[in-house]
Nanobody, 123 residues
Framework: QLQLVESGGGLVQPGGSLRLSCAASGFTLDYYTIGWFRQAPGKEREGVSCISSSEGSTVYADSVKGRFTISRDNAKNTVYLQMNSLKPEDTAAYYC????????????????WGQGTQVTVSS
């Protein structure tokens, strides 16, 4: 069973940083593409970033490019999303997900979703 648990969300001031973690259990994380998504109230879910299996290629939404960094620690079976220079518009519930391919990530199709962690950027 593919299980994901996110952590690291919280309240941060504009310009601040947070690091989200996505811990996997029941499977080896680097065999899959792992995506981060976010959803703000009243808005559609948005793909933020993903990291591919094996070679670890990364993709970012234009809205976070240059500010967010996705990485993977195979020893800890965990994917991270380092978020810097946070803006109020980054406020959302953030979810990680397991995908069989980059194509699945693009289509928002996941084999499993985490429960989400809330990020609030406000002064």
């Amino acid at each position: 069973q593919l299980q994901l648990v996110e952590s690291g969300g919280g309240l941060v001031q504009p310009g601040g940083s947070l690091r989200l973690s996505c811990a996997a259990s029941g499977f080896t994380l680097d065999y899959y593409t792992i995506g981060w998504f976010r959803q703000a109230p009243g808005k559609e879910r948005e793909g933020v970033s993903c990291i591919s299996s094996s070679e670890g290629s990364t993709v970012y939404a234009d809205s976070v490019k240059g500010r967010f960094t996705i990485s993977r620690d195979n020893a800890k079976n965990t994917v991270y999303l380092q978020m810097n220079s946070l803006k109020p518009e980054d406020t959302a519930a953030y979810y990680c997900a397991v995908h069989g391919s980059y194509s699945e990530y693009v289509r928002g199709l996941a084999r499993s979703w985490g429960q989400g962690t809330q990020v609030t950027v406000s002064s």
